[in-house]
């Protein structure tokens, strides 16, 4: 048979000769690392599982799996060594792999996984009824061998997914790949148009021409007419009348062994050895891919989108302009291709980013399916309508309920908000099982708990089923629900290692986010629909639990917002304790270092948590309280009996990321008093306990102070390693403001030994993350290392209005430099007094003052571009 041959960069793959080329020339590659490649080649970006791997490239053998790794090495370093600067495969943790640069295809009769036939034969040769594709089929080529696969072993496979998901289509294609394997033919049963589960058979036999009598059942009838055939049969939308097609299916499967039958359904026939294929949604860029066309174009979803739109308006081509909205519009949607398809075909009208803005109200942008669609296609609303309707109403009341959740929910979440009236808490399982079962939920079991999660569209349509119904109340079982859990994070924080206590708490953030936009009013935002909104007190509750997984996973800029609007708010009638974290977070999160007295905010959550007797708030707020008043210079005298206080507080329970924290703090006040032995102990023996703890966040805290203290002990060369290997790790965490300050102490020691070009990268990068956390404070000492280095680039006037810029912050804001950073600006300023007259540069100076901060930015990162810091080495 002959092969399809594959280019890919300077690579051409021959299949049928089975040689690898590069710009013509041939390379040596062994067989089974030629049939690993293969494999991931003609998937062109699918995911190929290990599994598929071992069964394609060593069928029937028993080997080890460090097979796959050896050949996949061997593979990465050959590309690599004729095309370095890109990667041609990626593993996909704990799943597979996936080969991600874009591949072309030469006419040729290519033998994908399972296939028995070529589904590029003209179709008029071979018996079959299969329509003739309107549009091209995209993606979908792992799930396609798979299938053909699966069927001609055990003749029996359900093709189940939610509404719009594409199991009509694939079902087609598998159909069309599979023509030659079935001598007599592919014959598809449409029984959408069916009402009448007597009329299944009947349907069955006029596709394949059986004569139906009055003597016999059509079911009969099928069996001895289709007894010596070898067909596939395909059941296309099964879901309404799955009671007489699982009966019809496993007779058919008993009297005539060499039919194969593959159904499509929104949940599975339950006959027996049926084998239940999820179809999954089509791949879409994670938030902060596809910004590229090229990149974005990886992603089938993003094909589909494009094809379509090209479909609707002639020569439409993906720009770089277009793909962070086209990628956004397609992850917006899930991935559903029918979704995708609709919101393409509104490009003839709107562009991208006017889709993209239009998606909140999804189901009246896009309700033109086409005037070939079924009916029950031809709107987003319509799909999802054919499948509540075979809902039975205990089940359609759960469903609407589950509603509230805006990215998923746990078994324990559901339960607590949907029970009531007929529905017990021992029914959730039993009725999201059935939700399941028929698409309408799905269930993730790859985290540390099932997650269960509906697809965005649905769930929209499930929230104005909830609205409709004049059922209100479940928002604040939901809210209450997230208060509970997040306060249980709180007690749990404290001796948790940090990557166990994100993987429990962390998949609600998104919830977390659209409770507490409930309950201040803006439900709107987050819902799609109105509603009754708002429990302010509730929201105080909940904002007071928020700090830590806000701070966990950077969401500064979230927990800001969210403290404002729970300030207002606090009442007498506040408990003590959440009325302290309310406060103790507002302080925190608005802190100018080293400041002349403790602020009355600070003061009021140290006096909330002392009447509230919560031990571990009180010491967080008197240690945060002391840390404000610290500085080179500067030790205020309260500073060290409450940082003393903080320490004994919980020097008589077990160890926890507190104690650590507080300690550390005592290190700080020692160095900064000039004792740096004794605050290096210090913050030694706090590094132990978070390592002990698994307390990541802390640990990188840790390395940020001793590298600080290797550096004012003169060990510029161990602060450099200490702080590029915490560079490295905060990427890894994606704990951003630990990484911001890291950077820019890292441009400090660069600039201490003139590497001005590392240092100015480390800076700008450190400068555009504090913008983007909204830490203006932190920012100034990343203008400073760059002014610094302007000077030291001979750039002298950027250099002195920069220093302008920051001396007025600095005199407005009473913030004071900490200890290296003096020393840099130190350094700067007899840099320019030497080069500058006295008079130029105090007018260079006064100029500086008065810049706005988007100027100073432009200004300080002209000289070279910004470039992401230890990125490879993340």
């Known amino acids: 048979?002959?092969?399809?041959?594959?280019?890919?960069?300077?690579?051409?793959?021959?299949?049928?000769?089975?040689?690898?080329?590069?710009?013509?020339?041939?390379?040596?590659?062994?067989?089974?690392a030629f049939d690993v490649l293969t494999s991931l080649v003609r998937r062109r970006g699918q995911l190929t599982s290990r599994d598929t791997l071992m069964d394609e490239v060593w069928p029937g053998i028993a080997v080890i799996e460090n097979n796959i790794d050896a050949h996949l090495v061997k593979l990465r370093k050959l590309f690599k060594l004729h095309d370095p600067g890109r990667d041609y495969i990626v593993t996909d943790a704990g799943r597979g792999y996936r080969f991600i640069v874009p591949v072309s295809v030469s006419e040729g009769a290519a033998e994908a996984p399972g296939r028995t036939g070529d589904p590029e034969r003209p179709a008029s040769l071979l018996p079959h009824n299969l329509p003739v594709e309107a549009t091209g089929f995209i993606g979908r080529e792992a799930e396609l061998g798979d299938i053909a696969h699966i069927l001609l072993e055990r003749r029996r496979l359900t093709l189940v997914g939610s509404g719009g998901v594409g199991k009509t289509r694939t079902a087609l294609r598998v159909g069309a790949r599979l023509l030659e394997g079935f001598r007599d033919g592919v014959w598809l049963v449409e029984l959408a148009p069916l009402a009448d589960a007597g009329l299944v058979g009947e349907a069955v036999c006029r596709v394949v021409s059986a004569p139906v009598s009055g003597e016999r059942s059509p079911v009969e009838v099928a069996v001895a007419f289709l007894r010596h055939k070898a067909l596939l049969l395909i059941l296309d939308s099964c879901e309404h009348l799955l009671s007489a097609t699982a009966e019809l299916a496993a007779t058919l499967l008993a009297g005539c062994p060499d039919v194969a039958i593959l159904a499509t359904s929104r949940q599975p026939l339950r006959i027996a050895g049926e084998v239940v294929y999820r179809l999954p949604s089509l791949p879409v860029p994670a938030a902060g891919d596809g910004q590229t066309a090229a990149d974005a174009t990886r992603f089938a979803a993003v094909r589909l989108f494009v094809q379509r739109a090209a479909d609707a308006a002639s020569g439409y081509v993906l720009t770089d302009e277009d793909a962070p909205f086209v990628s956004a519009i397609c992850r917006r949607l899930d991935g559903v291709a029918m979704a995708i398809e609709l919101a393409a075909a509104r490009r003839t009208v709107l562009k991208p980013v006017e889709i993209a803005a239009r998606l909140e109200n999804a189901f009246r942008l896009l309700n033109s399916g086409g005037v070939s669609a079924l009916p029950r296609h031809q709107t987003l609303w319509a799909t999802i309508d054919w499948s509540h309707s075979l809902l039975c109403p205990v089940e359609q009341i759960?469903?609407?309920?589950?509603?509230?959740?805006?990215?998923?929910?746990?078994?324990?979440?559901?339960?607590?908000?949907?029970?009531?009236?007929?529905?017990?808490?021992?029914?959730?399982?039993?009725?999201?099982?059935?939700?399941?079962?028929?698409?309408?939920?799905?269930?993730?079991?790859?985290?540390?708990?099932?997650?269960?999660?509906?697809?965005?569209?649905?769930?929209?349509?499930?929230?104005?089923?909830?609205?409709?119904?004049?059922?209100?109340?479940?928002?604040?079982?939901?809210?209450?629900?997230?208060?509970?859990?997040?306060?249980?994070?709180?007690?749990?924080?404290?001796?948790?290692?940090?990557?166990?206590?994100?993987?429990?708490?962390?998949?609600?953030?998104?919830?977390?986010?659209?409770?507490?936009?409930?309950?201040?009013?803006?439900?709107?935002?987050?819902?799609?629909?109105?509603?009754?909104?708002?429990?302010?007190?509730?929201?105080?509750?909940?904002?007071?639990?928020?700090?830590?997984?806000?701070?966990?996973?950077?969401?500064?800029?979230?927990?800001?917002?969210?403290?404002?609007?729970?300030?207002?708010?606090?009442?007498p009638d506040t408990p003590p304790a959440e009325a302290g974290r309310v406060r103790f977070w507002a302080n925190k999160s608005q802190a100018v270092f080293s400041v002349t007295d403790i602020s009355p905010g600070r003061r009021e959550a140290i006096a909330l948590f002392r009447a509230a007797g919560d031990v571990v708030g009180l010491s967080s707020a008197l240690r945060t309280a002391a840390m404000s008043i610290v500085g080179p210079g500067k030790i205020h005298p309260e500073a060290a009996p409450m940082l003393n206080e903080a320490i004994a507080l919980l020097r008589t329970r077990k160890p926890c990321k507190d104690l650590a924290t507080a300690m550390a703090h005592l290190g700080a006040f020692h160095y900064y008093s000039g004792d740096l032995a004794t605050a290096r102990r210090y913050n030694q023996d706090a590094l132990a306990i978070r390592r002990a703890l698994g307390d990541r966040t802390g640990c990188l805290a840790s390395a940020l102070n001793l590298a600080e203290f290797e550096f004012i002990g003169g060990n510029v060369e161990g602060a450099i390693a200490y702080a590029e290997q915490a560079v490295i790790d905060a990427r890894r965490a994606s704990h951003l403001p630990t990484l911001a300050d890291l950077l820019a102490n890292l441009a400090g020691y660069r600039l201490a030994t003139d590497q001005v070009d590392a240092a100015r990268r480390a800076a700008s990068e450190s400068l555009a993350l504090n913008r983007a956390l909204d830490h203006h404070d932190h920012a100034l000492p990343c203008l400073e290392h760059l002014a610094l280095a302007h000077a030291l680039s001979g750039a002298h006037q950027e250099a002195a209005r920069l220093l302008g810029y920051t001396e007025g912050h600095f005199r407005r804001t009473g913030q004071v430099r900490d200890l290296s950073e003096q020393r840099a600006h130190d350094r700067l300023v007899a840099l320019l007094r030497e080069a500058l007259p006295a008079a130029t540069l105090a007018a260079l100076m006064a100029e500086g003052s008065a810049w706005p901060d988007a100027v100073a930015d432009r200004i300080a990162q002209q000289v070279a571009p910004v470039e992401r810091l230890g990125e490879s080495a993340a």
């Open 398 to 571: 759960i469903f609407r309920r589950l509603s509230v959740f805006v990215d998923g929910f746990s078994l324990q979440g559901a339960t607590l908000v949907v029970q009531g009236d007929e529905i017990g808490e021992d029914d959730v399982l039993d009725l999201l099982e059935r939700l399941v079962d028929k698409s309408l939920v799905n269930a993730d079991m790859t985290g540390a708990a099932t997650r269960f999660r509906m697809l965005e569209a649905t769930r929209h349509y499930a929230r104005e089923k909830l609205r409709a119904s004049g059922e209100t109340g479940r928002d604040q079982l939901a809210a209450s629900y997230l208060a509970d859990f997040f306060a249980a994070a709180e007690a749990a924080w404290p001796t948790t290692a940090t990557e166990v206590w994100l993987a429990h708490y962390a998949p609600e953030v998104e919830n977390l986010r659209a409770a507490i936009d409930w309950a201040f009013g803006e439900s709107g935002k987050y819902h799609g629909v109105a509603g009754a909104t708002g429990d302010a007190a509730l929201g105080v509750r909940l904002v007071a639990h928020a700090g830590l997984v806000a701070e966990e996973m950077s969401m500064q800029a979230d927990l800001k917002r969210w403290l404002r609007a729970a300030l207002p708010h606090l009442t």
């Open 1 to 32: 048979m002959l092969g399809d041959t594959y280019r890919f960069g300077p690579f051409r793959l021959n299949t049928a000769e089975r040689q690898l080329l590069v710009h013509d020339a041939p390379l040596v590659l062994n067989g089974r």
